[in-house]
């Protein structure tokens, strides 16, 4: 599937994003070099893959620890998940998602 990543800059990348490798949204941009550090290796206790959905997609109800940490991410808005509990799946064709600030 196709995938959008807006950095910090605002530049838009177009992502190829394979369905059939277990794979998230914080290993994709990471894959492709983009500045997500998922310092916790995606056990939804950092926040450094924080990001914003900006489709409509429907995506799968956030875990109570992903939560718990968005509580207490910064710059947290309605649209706000965790990269690495957003996991790629076909009916993700065409999300669009931007990072959020880094909180350092
Ligand atoms: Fe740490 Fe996602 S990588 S919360």
Do not use: W
Not at 13 to 33: F, I, R, S, V
Not at 70 to 82: K, M, P, T
């Amino acid at each position: 599937i196709k995938v959008t990543v807006i950095d910090r800059n605002g530049q838009a990348h177009e992502l190829d994003a394979p369905t059939d490798m277990n794979m998230n949204m914080m290993e994709l941009c990471k894959a492709y070099e983009l500045p997500v550090e998922g310092t916790c290796g995606g056990m939804a206790l950092c926040a450094s893959c924080h990001m914003y959905i900006e489709s409509d997609h429907e995506l799968n109800e956030p875990s109570d620890d992903e939560e718990d940490m968005l509580d207490q991410a910064f710059f947290v808005e309605d649209n706000s998940r965790l990269g690495c509990q957003i996991h790629l799946r076909p009916e993700l064709e065409g999300l669009v998602v931007r990072l959020a600030a880094a909180d350092d």
